[in-house]
Each structure stands twice: as structure tokens, then as C-alpha cells.
């Protein structure tokens, strides 16, 4: 298994989990968040366009984001692999990214659901220090989160392409779990 969608709410550890994974299996972890973020630092059209939004934790419009994804996936290096953090975050997202690797000839082969309870989340969120991780604008990306990309667990479990892993446990036991799963 070399192609793969994490899912999971802000603070589940995905962003941590697929950059270990991406490095042990040698196929590119591409965020869409950190991508955002390296944008908004270099002041970037997309940055200046993307800023306000991820300021206040709402999602950035679609269009920002998905020629940026066609590019990326259309690149030499996504021919063996990749992880996918942070996208699709909606329904429309998803389905574009399911016509997208039908024109690439390539198959999805499963998205990793990170499990993390409510109150762990917030504690890890608060801890963690980013500026877009302040109290209110936490709450309102966990409020989005619910509201646009939760739904996606139903849709990919719908497509059965879900792979439920529980997220609130030490750091080293869910990147095994994670190594299991992509080897089998
Ligand atoms: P992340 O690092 O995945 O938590 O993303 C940080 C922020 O970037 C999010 O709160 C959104 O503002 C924005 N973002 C990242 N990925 C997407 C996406 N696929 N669609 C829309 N906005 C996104």
C-alpha cells in the first residue's frame, strides 16, 4: 500500500504519523497545510490568498487548492508513492480527488482514519503552539472539521477504502500499527 489518505481532526497526529511513514517508506508526504504555510511565510500569490483563511481556521476555497494538487500528483515522484495530509478536507475535495486519480491511472489504496478523543485533542492542540492555534481559532477549526471533513469518514468507508486507527496512544505504537498496515 503506497497511496494514502490520512484523515483525522486537527491535533490527531497526522501531519507527525505520515512524515514518519513517507520517510520509512521513501514516497513523498505532501501536506496541503504545510504548503499553505511555506506560501503565507514567502508572501506567494497563493499565500496572500490563503492567508486570512488559515488565520482564523477556515478552510482555504477549493480552487486555491486543487490545481495545486493536480500538479503535485501529476509529478514523477507520486508515480511510486504518496501520503496525503490535509486533503481531500470536504466532499468536493474528495470526489475531485477521485476523478483527478482516475485521469493518473492511479488507485488510491486506503485512508487512514487517526481516531483521537475530543479533550485529548484540545490538550494537544493548546501545547502545541502554532499560530493558528490559539483558543478560538482552535475551536473554530475543530468546529469545520466536524462540519466539512468528518463527513468524509462515512464517504471512504462508503468507497471501503477506511482504515480506523486509534491515534490516542504513545507516538511509536500507532507508527507500528501504521508499518503493519501499509506492508500488508
Ligand atoms: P493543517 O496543517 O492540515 O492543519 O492545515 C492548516 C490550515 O490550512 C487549515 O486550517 C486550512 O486553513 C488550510 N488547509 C489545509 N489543507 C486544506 C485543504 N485541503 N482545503 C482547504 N484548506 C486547507
Keep these: 500500500m503506497t497511496k494514502l489518505i490520512?484523515?483525522?481532526a486537527p491535533g490527531a497526529g497526522k501531519g507527525t504519523q505520515a512524515q514518519?511513514?513517507?520517510?520509512?517508506?521513501g514516497i513523498p508526504h505532501i501536506s496541503t497545510g504545510e504548503i499553505l504555510r511555506?506560501?503565507?511565510a514567502n508572501e506567494t500569490p497563493l499565500g496572500l490568498k490563503a492567508k486570512g483563511y488559515v488565520d482564523n481556521g477556515d478552510l482555504v476555497p477549493?480552487?486555491?487548492?486543487?490545481d495545486l494538487i493536480k500538479d503535485r500528483l501529476g509529478q514523477e515522484d507520486a508515480l511510486k508513492g504518496w501520503i496525503l495530509d490535509g486533503f481531500p478536507r470536504n466532499v468536493s475535495q474528495a470526489d475531485f480527488l477521485r476523478n483527478l486519480l482516475q485521469d493518473l491511472n492511479q488507485v488510491c489504496n486506503g485512508v487512514v482514519n487517526l481516531d483521537v478523543p475530543d479533550s485529548v485533542l484540545l490538550e494537544r492542540l493548546l501545547s502545541r503552539g502554532r499560530k493558528d492555534d490559539n483558543e478560538a481559532i482552535i475551536s473554530n477549526r475543530l468546529q469545520v472539521y466536524r462540519q466539512q471533513t468528518a463527513p468524509l469518514?462515512?464517504?471512504y468507508q462508503q468507497h471501503q477504502l477506511l482504515i480506523n486507527v486509534n491515534g490516542d496512544r504513545e507516538l511509536s505504537q500507532i507508527s507500528e500499527e501504521l508499518e503493519t498496515i501499509v506492508k500488508s
Design 153 to 155: 469518514i462515512d464517504y
Design 20 to 25: 514518519i511513514l513517507s520517510q520509512n517508506m
Design 6 to 8: 490520512f484523515l483525522g
Design 62 to 66: 477549493d480552487e486555491l487548492i486543487l
Design 38 to 40: 511555506d506560501a503565507i
